[in-house]
DNA sequence: CGCATGCTTGAGCACGTTCAATTGCGGTGG
DNA sequence: CCACCGCAATTGAACGTGCTCAAGCATGCG
């Protein structure tokens, strides 16, 4: 496999300009790993040792609740970073990263990265804003599993996915998933995700094609949601 | 009412050393603000002017779904910090804070705060580092949301309050908090909050005296929640 | 061809919400 | 001092959602 330039990160959160002053510190110190479907980068539990950049393919980051529930927190894919909870006072890191498909990441030494904080400002703060952006998609997120029917937590994570992933030349959401997959990321349980995803698919919001979803009317499942809360925003 | 001394926040999650540093930069800038019980700080909506150092008093951060039902994130006093997630991109307060108690903060405009961040490299980190741990808390609270039966969500949210208000003389949280507030803490309604309160009384693991709730037997909680999840950490 | 695995569907059940009615209590005014 | 009002606390009952369990069906691989 060729060797990914990390340049090509740029798409990342970080804006380019520091990004392309950090990479060039790092140039010598990253090291690439490579992990292959349904095999994690790290398992709760495991000691924080490093942070990782995804160069290519896709993530699923998921905490477990017992042996056989999960919940699935967010995807990553290429220019995405993983790991960062090990930022946290904790020792270890309090969620697993397992790859849905064939995946290539930049693995970066928690000291180095430390220092690399310590010396690049940008960097800090760019992070900083980073996080409090995910903690309140975080806490949005908490508030509909509290509050919304299994259906529109259904129709909202399409609707995630399709905004991370966007769509292939068919026009379906471009991550393919397995249902328990989708049912862990919406917050229920195989069965009922199978339900709701027959539902939308009878009420002609969605369609499959393939293993593929596609969203027909993104605008009426929006208004789904709507309607079992006024004040959406 | 007397002049609060910003000095006294050290017990702020910011490391004293960092802080001083940075109270003492802004001593002209700051300006106090107090809230009557039940009076909110700021709205969802609301756009971002500012953040706020608790100086005094006690606050619940919540975040509505429809007008009759909302969530409580978190709360804060003394020496907590209000409004940070207006570090984010929004323009506007995702969620509300409004005082259960009369409160004093002081505030911080938003142009000043972030010019204090591009100064003083250790705020930054240590702001980093503090989203990172509130995102951890976050992510676990939502699993525990989805997974988690009411009675385990109320325990829990009952051993999340001791531990952040520790208690009183008579060993009770020290906290008074309506039961509706406690119902939406704990992700549920009144009364189904009511009869798991109801249940916890009878088997012996709390005490209510007046409008506060003892923890008798925090181990039992703990294993009651634990019972229903085999990997608790 | 047979077994295994995952997909699909049905039926029952439990939990938690909703709605409604009652009780208790403090405050207010006659 | 009592009567009344209002509000929160409390309880009961019914309903609905979603989970569990289990059986049928398809698919694939040895």
């Given amino acids: 496999m060729s060797q990914p330039n990390l340049c090509d990160l740029k798409s990342c959160f970080l804006c380019s300009s520091c ?13 690439n790993i490579t992990v292959k479907k349904s095999q994690t980068l790290f ?29 699935i927190l967010r995807f990553a894919q290429r220019g995405d970073i993983v790991g960062h909870l090990g930022l946290g006072d ?8 397992t790859a849905i498909e064939p995946v290539t990441v930049c693995y970066i030494p928690m000291a180095f990265f430390e220092a690399t904080l310590n010396i690049n400002h940008g960097f800090a703060t760019k992070l900083m804003r980073f996080f409090a952006n995910e903690l309140h ?19 909202q994570a399409l609707i995630t996915l399709q905004k991370q992933f966007g769509v292939n030349n068919e026009g379906c959401i471009n991550i393919e998933l397995s249902r328990q997959d989708l049912a862990s ?24 094609i393939g293993k593929h979803i596609r969203i027909l009317k993104e605008d009426a499942l929006l208004e789904m949601i709507a309607s079992e809360n006024i004040l959406i925003k």
């Fill in 19 to 31: 990004l392309t002053e950090w990479v060039s510190v790092i140039g010598q110190e990253r090291k």
């Fill in 43 to 71: 398992k709760e539990g495991d000691p924080v040792t490093g942070m990782f950049f995804v160069y290519s393919g896709k993530l699923k980051v998921h905490k477990r609740w017992d042996h056989e529930k999960e919940i």
């Fill in 90 to 97: 904790e020792p270890a890191y309090p969620v697993s990263a």
């Fill in 137 to 155: 998609e975080s806490e949005k997120r908490m508030r509909n599993f509290v509050h919304m029917p299994v259906k529109g937590r259904v129709a």
């Fill in 185 to 208: 990321f919406s917050g229920t349980v195989y069965e009922s995700l199978f339900r709701a995803v027959n539902e939308l698919v009878a009420a002609d919001l969605i369609k499959l």
